[in-house]
Nanobody, 123 residues
């Protein structure tokens, strides 16, 4: 059983940066994929980025390419999402997710989820 805890959300202005963290416990993530999703009220969770832990291979939603960077620190068993040049459409609750069996851009591929961290962006 893997537990994920996000941190780093907050309120910023458009154009600012934020760095989110996702600390994992219960298992080492060497064979896992970790992803970040964003959810806004009344909508499903949208894919943001994912990383294959062992290889470090990454994949991004088109809307965040060039602005967001997903990374991991294996020694800390922690994933990160660096978000630069934030825009109003980036606001929402950010969830990290992990799975050892599957990976992809749909939430259904991920077995473990954090509690979410809020990102608010003002103009």
């Amino acid at each position: 059983q893997v537990q994920l805890v996000e941190s780093g959300g907050g309120s910023v202005q458009a154009g600012d940066s934020l760095s989110l963290s996702c600390a994992a416990s219960g298992d080492t993530l060497t064979s896992y994929a970790m992803a970040w999703f964003r959810q806004t009220p009344g909508k499903e969770r949208d894919f943001v980025a994912l990383i294959h832990w062992r290889q470090g291979a990454t994949h991004y939603a088109d809307s965040v390419k060039g602005r967001f960077t997903i990374s991991r620190d294996s020694a800390k068993n922690t994933g990160f999402l660096q978000m630069n040049n934030l825009q109003s459409e980036d606001a929402g609750i950010y969830y990290c997710a992990a799975s050892a069996e599957t990976s992809g851009t749909s939430p259904r591929f991920y077995r473990y989820w954090g509690q979410g961290t809020h990102v608010t962006i003002s103009a």
